[in-house]
């Protein structure tokens, strides 16, 4: 069963520090691109990250604006897993955080973009 699953989410002070997983069951990571979404509440998903696969564009990483110098994801592959960790966390970045996989291996921030498999979400709240 191909299955993508998001950990890590919680509730944390601003300036403080999460690690979300996704990790895959099912099928390979290795040859996909690994979006991170997120949703908030009366908002439209966006994209957050996305790393493409190495054999299709060489692992590149890509950032929103919004999340840039703060995010960093990254695979290991050995786990087939994909993390996003995220410092310096804002009141802005709460909202549901979804994972995702694109079998071209090349990625998009786009939500509406190519993606084969959605994990179910995990919630980040940052909050005093």
């Known amino acids: 069963q191909v299955q993508l699953v998001e950990s890590g989410g919680g509730l944390v002070q601003p300036g403080g520090s999460l690690r979300l997983s996704c990790a895959a069951s099912?099928?390979?990571?290795?040859?996909?691109?690994i979006g991170w979404f997120r949703q908030a509440p009366g908002k439209e998903r966006e994209g957050v990250s996305y790393?493409?696969?190495?054999?299709?564009?060489?692992?590149?990483?890509y950032y929103a604006d919004s999340v840039k110098g703060r995010f960093t994801i990254s695979r290991d592959n050995a786990k087939n897993t994909v993390y996003l960790q995220m410092n310096s966390l804002k009141p802005e970045d709460t909202a549901v955080y979804y994972c995702?996989?694109?079998?071209?291996?090349?990625?998009?921030?786009?939500?509406?973009?190519?993606?084969?498999?959605w994990g179910q979400g995990t919630q980040v709240t940052v909050s005093s």
């Open positions: 995702a996989a694109d079998s071209s291996g090349l990625g998009t921030l786009a939500a509406i973009g190519p993606y084969d498999y």
């Open positions: 790393i493409s696969s190495i054999t299709s564009s060489d692992g590149s990483t």
């Open positions: 099912g099928f390979t990571l290795d040859y996909y691109a």
